[in-house]
C-alpha cells in the first residue's frame, strides 16, 4: 500500500510495531513453561537489554536509512521466523536481536544501496562478529524464503494499515486486533501465498 510507504507515516508504523513486540515478547516473558523448554539459541541474550523496544527501533530508524518497505519486509520476515522456528518465542531477551537482524536483511533483499554487517551491528549496539552470526542463524531459520510477493506485500500494508487505524493516541488500542497474540508467535491472520519461491556511511553513532 502507497500510503503505507509515507514517510510521515513512519513514527506512528514503529510505535505500532513497537506495542505489538513488547506484548508478544512480554506474554511470552510470562510463560514458564515455555521459557523452560525454549531452545538455545545466538538471540538470546543473557539480561534484557536496557533501551525499549522502542527506542531500539526508533534507533533503527533513524540511523539505518533503510526504505520504509524494509520494515514491512522485516516483518514479514519476523512472521515467517516465528512459524518456522516455535521453539524460538519473540521475549524480552532475544525481540532486539531478531529485530535489527530483520531490518540488516531486509535491507540487503529490498533496496539497491544498504550498510555492511559492522555498520548495522554499531547500530544495533553490538559486535560485528555477532552481527555476522545472527545473520547466518536468521536466514537458515528462514529457510533462505526471502522472496516477498507483491500480493503478499500488501496483504502485510493491509492489515498493518487497519490495524495501524485503530490506534488511539497515546496508546493503541488492541481490543479489536487480529493478531494471535495469545501464541507463541507472531502470526498475522491473513490469507497470503506462502509459496514464494557495502554501502558505507561515516555517519557518527552514540551508541
Request: net charge neutral; proline share 4%; charged share 15%.
Amino acid at each position: 500500500m502507497a500510503e503505507l510507504e509515507n514517510p510521515d507515516l513512519m513514527p506512528k508504523l514503529i510505535t505500532f510495531l513497537s506495542s505489538l513486540l513488547k506484548r508478544v515478547a512480554e506474554s511470552n516473558d510470562l510463560n514458564q513453561q515455555q521459557l523452560q523448554h525454549q531452545k538455545i539459541s545466538v538471540f538470546q541474550g543473557l539480561t534484557r537489554p536496557t533501551i525499549s523496544i522502542h527506542g531500539y527501533l526508533d534507533r533503527i530508524f533513524k540511523y539505518a536509512n533503510c526504505s520504509p518497505s524494509c520494515f514491512i519486509v522485516a516483518y514479514v520476515y519476523l512472521d515467517r521466523f516465528t512459524q518456522r522456528q516455535p521453539s524460538l518465542p519473540i521475549n524480552s531477551f532475544n525481540v532486539h536481536r531478531l529485530l535489527i537482524t530483520s531490518v540488516m536483511v531486509s535491507a540487503k533483499f529490498m533496496d539497491d544501496m544498504y550498510y555492511n554487517n559492522a555498520y548495522y551491528a554499531k547500530v544495533g549496539g553490538i559486535s560485528t562478529m555477532e552481527m555476522n552470526f545472527l545473520e547466518v542463524d536468521f536466514l537458515f531459520g528462514l529457510g533462505f524464503h526471502l522472496n516477498v510477493t507483491p500480493g503478499t506485500f500488501q496483504a502485510y500494508c493491509s492489515h498493518l494499515q487497519r490495524e495501524m487505524l485503530m490506534m488511539q493516541p497515546p496508546l493503541i488500542n488492541f481490543a479489536d486486533s487480529s493478531l494471535n497474540l495469545g501464541k507463541s508467535v507472531v502470526k498475522a491472520h491473513l490469507c497470503f501465498n506462502d509459496d514464494e519461491s557495502s554501502h558505507q556511511n561515516q555517519q557518527q553513532l552514540a551508541v
